[in-house]
């Protein structure tokens, strides 16, 4: 007689062990999972306690949000109104300056101009940035062909009855988006082109692009732009000149596209072989196995490499003080000069707002990039 019994029925589900639950279990596994794990958690927590309460008193609760003048930002030893000992931010500069910091010295009154681009570039790009936003392609015509055409009428004037504005009088935020949106927008397909070039079989092109990028590559962007601004103009012809905020763009956009050759032709490099092949058994050319089938996967590869540049260069077009032209950061360190606001806390106040804004976009670009990466990754998985 047999005694065994097989269980027809599941069980119902164990309840997960109660050090594995809350948030007990979730702190003892991310911070104090090892006797060093739980070293370095505890040091740290005694940094930020050491380190955010005086912080946060200068940024916020002993700061001057408002006034007229330097006033507000000076001890009355200085010549102010704070009393003795008084340590705080002075936003009081940025809130009078907030207009200058953004247009820099672009006239008052035709400032409408920048005005209507900077509204017509967030339009254009937010519906570009979200995957379900449909009619891509024509979105992106838009901006890269509609943006760019009315930002040339737009900003420097002298057309359809516009004052003519020099380049001269833009600065702030207005010179580093447009100088970051030109580089970017350019930097990336000459980086395609230069990356496929440099693979190419044939000897010439391939010579050409890396003679273009080790040379490039080799020398910093301040040299970039010095030869742009001062050395360039000795070369050309008597009475030919080229505005130099042109030069800047010109100069800023090939530097970058040196740097995205390098890191396009890492994802080049990084298909397999298998997937040139399969492309030259299907018959399909050069340009539709590079278009189609290649160049999709080593872009999707390298997303973190070609945001990283946009970063990098986002953040270099700083350097364009160097020939005279006053980027975010330029145009707050003219404002240190003004006495109006001369106050020993002005400029750590004002360096401090231009980190944070560089911080604001850059971190922006990388939180993007991280969503595509991940969304990329599920499409893959599916």
């Known amino acids: 007689m047999s005694h065994s019994f097989v269980q027809t029925t599941s069980l119902p589900p164990l309840a997960a062990p109660a050090l594995d639950r809350g948030l007990i279990s979730k702190l003892r596994a991310n911070l104090f999972a090892t006797p060093q794990d739980a070293a370095l958690t505890i040091l740290a927590i005694l940094f930020l306690a050491w380190a955010i309460p005086p912080a946060f008193s200068w940024l916020f609760a002993q700061a001057a949000w408002s006034g007229p003048d330097r006033s507000v930002c000076a001890t009355i030893?200085?010549?102010?109104?704070?009393?003795?000992?008084?340590?705080?931010?002075?936003?009081?500069?940025?809130?009078?300056?907030?207009?200058?910091?953004?247009?820099?010295?672009y006239p008052i009154e035709e400032r409408w101009r920048p005005s209507i681009v900077g509204i017509l570039f967030v339009l254009l790009l937010i519906p570009m940035l979200i995957p379900r936003v449909p009619y891509k392609r024509a979105n992106?015509?838009?901006?890269?062909?509609?943006?760019?055409?009315?930002?040339?009428?737009?900003?420097?004037?002298?057309?359809?009855?516009?004052?003519?504005?020099?380049?001269?009088?833009?600065?702030?935020?207005?010179?580093?988006?447009?100088l970051s949106y030109v580089g970017i927008a350019l930097s990336l397909p000459l980086g395609i082109?230069?990356?496929?070039?440099?693979?190419?079989?044939?000897?010439?092109?391939?010579?050409?692009?890396?003679?273009?990028?080790?040379l490039v590559r080799g020398i910093p962007l301040i040299t970039v732009l010095f030869m742009a601004s001062v050395m360039l103009p000795l070369f050309l012809p008597e009475g030919v000149t080229f505005d130099k905020f042109l030069r800047a763009l010109i100069g800023v956009s090939l530097f970058a596209s040196a740097y995205m050759a390098e890191v396009i032709r890492g994802g080049l490099q990084a298909i397999p072989k298998g997937q040139y092949e399969g492309a030259d058994s299907l018959g399909l050319g050069y340009w539709q196995k590079m278009g189609f089938v290649v160049l999709p996967q080593?872009?999707?590869?390298?997303?973190?490499?070609?945001?990283?540049t946009f970063i990098g260069l986002f953040k270099d077009t700083s350097l364009v003080s160097i020939i005279g032209m006053f980027d975010l950061l330029g145009i707050i360190r003219l404002g240190f000069s003004d006495a109006t606001w001369a106050s020993p806390v002005t400029p750590?106040?004002?360096?401090?707002?231009?980190?944070?804004?560089?911080?604001?976009?850059?971190?922006?670009?990388?939180?993007?990039?991280?969503f595509i990466e991940r969304r990329l990754d599920r499409s893959h998985k599916k």
């Open 140 to 178: 992106a015509l838009l901006l890269f062909t509609l943006l760019p055409a009315c930002a040339a009428v737009l900003l420097p004037g002298g057309w359809l009855g516009l004052a003519h504005v020099e380049t001269a009088l833009w600065g702030g935020l207005l010179v580093t988006l447009v």
């Open 77 to 105: 030893a200085q010549g102010g109104i704070q009393p003795d000992g008084w340590s705080g931010a002075c936003w009081a500069f940025v809130d009078a300056k907030f207009d200058q910091f953004v247009f820099g010295r």
């Open 298 to 308: 080593a872009i999707k590869l390298v997303i973190p490499g070609i945001v990283n």
């Open 348 to 370: 750590l106040s004002g360096l401090v707002f231009a980190g944070f804004m560089f911080w604001l976009f850059c971190f922006g670009m990388s939180r993007y990039s991280s």
């Open 193 to 214: 082109v230069l990356a496929l070039g440099r693979r190419s079989g044939m000897p010439v092109i391939r010579l050409l692009c890396t003679a273009f990028i080790e």
